[in-house]
């Protein structure tokens, strides 16, 4: 029973510590490295919504009331 509560009172600690834990930002993409060719037809949409990601996750807010939601996207 100790030890279960050990272990408990621990993974508390650490979820609180990475909560604490500032966000690291997700950088844009580097299309420099990116080539129209790695795409198919079908997937040519897709380095225009590759480029939005990055400020869409950055956007989400990290503390407060409204934690996990999308605040200001630009």
């Known amino acids: ?3 279960r509560l050990f272990y408990a009172a621990v993974l508390f600690g650490c979820s609180v510590a990475f909560a604490a834990e500032k966000w690291q930002p997700v950088p844009p993409p580097d299309f ?3 080539r129209l060719d790695d795409f198919t037809d079908e997937e040519l949409d897709f380095p225009y919504y590759l480029n939005l990601f990055p400020k869409l996750a950055n956007s989400i807010v ?3 009331p409204e934690r ?3 605040g200001e996207v630009f």
Do not use: L, T, W
């Open 32 to 34: 420099s490295k990116i």
């Open 62 to 64: 990290e503390d407060g």
């Open 68 to 70: 996990g939601f999308v």
């Open 1 to 3: 029973m100790r030890a």
